[in-house]
Every structure is written in C-alpha cells, then in structure tokens.
Nanobody, 118 residues
Framework: QVQLVEYGGGLVQAGVSLRLSCLAS????????VGWFRQAPEMEREFVAA???????AYAESVKGRFIVSRDNAKNTVYLQMNILKPEDTAVYYC????????????WGQGTQVTVSS
C-alpha cells in the first residue's frame, strides 16, 4: 500500500510560481501513475495533471501551458510546477496514485493548501 504526502503549498501572489511535491512511501512507487487534483471551497474536486509510469503526461485545459508535472522515481517523488498562478488556482491540491489511462486512483494524500492572492 502506498502512502502519499504533499508538500509545498502556501500563500502567494498572482503571477508567481510554486512547486508542489508528492512524496510516496510504502509501495512500489514506480509502478503507479500519479495524478494531481484540486478542490476549491464549495466546488467539486477536479483533475489537474497526471504522469504515467513511463512519463506520459496529461493536463486539464485550465492549466495547460502553465503547469508541468514530472517525476523522480529515485526519490519517490512527483512534482507539480505551477507557473503564472492565478487566483482561480486557489484550492487544496491532492496527489493520488493509480492508473493513468483509466484515471482510476486508489491512494490519496491529505492535500496541501494553495492560495493565490490578486
């Protein structure tokens, strides 16, 4: 079973960059795809980005061109580089481990808050 912990959230101004990290333990990390999701207050959780075991990536239209997902299997870590942040990016960000193509994720972190002020 994989345990996931997110790091790197915070309060930033619009236009700056922030990098989130998702550290995995307890399982064969490289055997899973990892997705990033976010949930804003009173909104449903939404897909942000994902990276497959092989390094294929996928992004939501709202972040395409601004966010970059990457992974370092040696460090059991997946990163979400968030550039040109906007107030509408404000949310709790979660990482999850699962299947890239079916978008089925079985293991979830507890989330990290990202707040972007205008």
């Amino acid at each position: 079973q994989v345990q996931l912990v997110e790091y790197g959230g915070g309060l930033v101004q619009a236009g700056v960059s922030l990098r989130l990290s998702c550290l995995a333990s307890g399982g064969t990390f490289r055997g899973y795809a990892v997705g990033w999701f976010r949930q804003a207050p009173e909104m449903e959780r939404e897909f942000v980005a994902a990276i497959s075991r092989a390094g294929d990536t996928a992004y939501a239209e709202s972040v395409k061109g601004r966010f970059i997902v990457s992974r370092d299997n040696a460090k059991n870590t997946v990163y979400l580089q968030m550039n040109i942040l906007k107030p509408e990016d404000t949310a709790v960000y979660y990482c999850a481990a699962g299947n890239f193509y079916s978008r089925s994720y079985d293991y979830w972190g507890q989330g990290t808050q990202v707040t972007v002020s205008s």
